[in-house]
């Protein structure tokens, strides 16, 4: 019984996947105006408006203040690019149907607008957003404190039913960007059925180091990693990949600390075949997280009390040819793929179809969800990628062991399993039966990473999942 309940699972979700998913619904609290890293995000995150359905665009306490006429002034300059966009790729918002989602939260920092006659228009405004009839979840993406957030929760709390707020509750599902004050744990603490996404901590006493976040754009400086390609991070590339095209890279400015720290908050939510927002233990541009209540670190603002979505460690080998072993790899990992993404959709701001490049569109020829038994071949096939501007492809199979549950070691070439003709259209594998942990049974889990030969190389994916059984 509990096999079938996983294969009913793992089919209603990789079903979502290789059909057209429906976009997520997203709503922001930025501390803008702060750390420029925020604006960076903005920036990135509108030219991916078409995918994201953004619901919320608020500014939170930051230094004494509110900014949202900071939100305003990139969406000012996104306007002016917004056609050239559509001619790109359909389906993005007007300028106007973006300012109608910009409110602001109240001046004030902590826990200090949490409580009786503390609403304020970002507040009333993610409640409206999370009572919408809609059957999907509404993501908060937090940049900064999340006391616009905390004082949602306690005006419902304080204003319906116990079963009224458990249906409000569950219909949020927050990734935040660390604790920037004390509102985050008293969330966690005071609402414990909420889907939440963080590594607790504060910035003092080394926090956002051991953050898995910190990788969007990290070195060995900001970060305290390697392997990653920093190269790839810094204001230079920025420079002639971004900042140098176009009004809307006009306003995105130089990082003073490192690049972009929030935008890992709604990379998963881009449906580019990696990622599956539900399932954060899977998975993608904006890292990988499992559900497990972690131990007190001195960075904590307090114990938590309870499971939370939080780090976990990928092994990659890096460009230093050095095999790594930590969260930050589970973001940096990707780290290519999804700055050429961001280049490629800042061309479309300036550039006529014709001049840019755009991603592949990838075709499995068989399932997405597979079983076998340990011995047996599998086969592997996309024969159907195409690439909407005719540019040849090259292909990647590769075993993404740690978010599958038949648990394998290293084999003697020093990936997870090995794939016959990995770099083709059709590849294939045998269920490995030695250096298996018992019983031998699980999901392994299979991208299949596509790249295009155009400029920038652009991927996407697909993921197969094989269940073995005994």
Not at 50 to 61: F, K, M, P, R, S
């Amino acid at each position: 019984m509990v096999r079938l309940r996983l294969l009913l699972v793992l089919s209603f979700v990789l079903g979502s996947l290789t059909a057209a998913p429906p976009k997520a619904r997203l709503f922001v609290l930025t501390d803008i105006g702060g750390d420029p890293d925020d604006q960076m995000s903005m920036v990135r995150l509108l030219t991916y408006a078409n995918h994201i359905d953004i619901e919320g665009l608020v500014a939170t306490h930051v230094n004494g203040r509110v900014n949202p006429g900071q939100i305003e002034k990139i969406i000012e300059a996104y306007g002016r690019v917004r056609d050239n966009l559509e001619r790109h790729e359909p389906g993005y918002p007007t300028a106007d149907q973006l300012r109608a989602t910009v409110a602001a939260g109240l001046p004030l920092d902590h826990l200090e607008p949490v409580g009786e006659g503390r609403d304020s228009p970002g507040s009333t405004r993610l409640i409206q957003a999370a009572d919408r009839e809609d059957p999907r979840p509404l993501w908060v993406a937090v940049w900064g404190g999340p006391n616009v957030l905390a004082q949602a929760l306690w005006k419902v709390r304080a204003t319906r039913t116990p079963a009224e707020v458990a249906r409000f509750v569950a219909r949020l599902r927050v990734y935040a960007i660390s604790d920037q004050d004390n509102s985050g744990p008293w969330i966690r603490r005071e609402f414990p059925g909420l889907f939440y996404i963080v590594t607790p901590g504060i910035n003092a006493g080394g926090g956002f180091h051991h953050a898995t976040w910190i990788a969007i754009g990290g070195d060995r400086f900001h970060g305290r990693f390697g392997g990653a390609d920093f190269s790839l991070v810094t204001n230079e590339w920025l420079d002639r990949n971004v900042r140098r095209k176009g009004p809307l890279g006009a306003v995105y400015p130089h990082w003073e600390f490192m690049m972009e720290g929030d935008t890992p908050s709604f990379l998963n939510l881009i449906p580019n075949g990696l990622s599956e927002p539900e399932r954060p233990d899977w998975g993608g541009w904006g890292g990988r997280y499992e559900l497990y209540t972690p131990r007190t670190e001195k960075w904590f603002l307090e114990p938590e009390t309870r499971p939370i979505w939080t780090n976990v460690q990928d092994e990659v080998l890096g460009v230093d040819g050095h095999w790594h072993t930590t969260n930050h790899a589970t973001i940096w990992r990707w780290r290519t793929a999804y700055q050429n993404d961001f280049a490629a959709r800042m061309d479309w701001t300036i550039k006529p179809y014709a001049e840019a490049n755009h991603p592949p569109v990838v075709k499995l020829d068989h399932p997405a969800l597979l079983t076998a038994r340990p011995g047996e071949r599998v086969d592997l096939s996309a024969t159907g990628s195409s690439d909407p501007d005719g540019d040849p492809l090259s292909f990647e199979w590769f075993c993404y062991e740690e978010p599958g549950t038949r648990r394998m070691s290293n084999s003697s070439t020093g990936v997870k399993h090995d794939i016959v003709a990995f770099d083709q259209s059709k590849a294939w594998l045998r269920v490995k039966t030695a250096r298996v942990v018992p019983p031998g049974a699980g999901t392994m889990h299979i991208i299949l990473a596509v790249t295009d030969h155009g400029t920038p190389r652009l991927t996407r994916y697909a993921r197969v999942i094989i269940d073995v059984v005994p």
